[in-house]
């Protein structure tokens, strides 16, 4: 039998750290707070954790017992360069239905250049469904 996690709705796609903050709730700007977040990308929606998980792979929703700080459904999401956003670089900028904005900033360009293939993936993959 195929391993479970090929059907698994909730497979990881990525995870990692990243400096996020968000810009909007619902429509109405907000004042940003920079921080770093260990962000998950899985099933339809990016989860933002306080820590990383502490070891194992298996582990990657975050430390046992640890709950996500917040949670977004990507469906119907858009996501662009965030440059015009903010003075930091490598920044990409998410904008969810419900009108929550994000910006997600890492100062390795790969690793926000990966961040943008995987997001871009599962948001179009979303709108297929
Ligand atoms: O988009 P802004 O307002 O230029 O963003 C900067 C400010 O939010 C600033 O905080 P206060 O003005 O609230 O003290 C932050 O410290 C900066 O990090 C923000 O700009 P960057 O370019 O880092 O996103």
Aim: avoid cysteine.
């Amino acid at each position: 039998p195929l391993p479970q996690v090929l059907d698994d709705p909730h497979e990881v796609e990525r995870s990692g750290q990243l400096n996020v903050t968000k810009i909007a709730q619902g429509g109405r700007k907000v004042r940003k707070n920079w921080g770093a977040s260990w962000v998950v990308l899985a099933g339809n929606s990016l989860v933002f954790y306080r820590e990383p998980p502490l070891a194992a792979p298996s582990s990657v929703w975050g430390p046992a017992g640890s709950r996500p700080e917040s949670s977004v459904d990507l469906r119907g999401a858009a996501l662009a360069h965030g440059r015009h956003l903010s003075s930091r670089r490598n920044v990409l900028h998410i904008r969810t239905v419900p009108g929550h904005e994000f910006l997600l900033q890492s100062d390795q360009e790969m690793e926000l250049k990966a961040w943008h293939s995987a997001l871009r993936a599962v948001i179009e993959r979303l709108v297929r469904r």
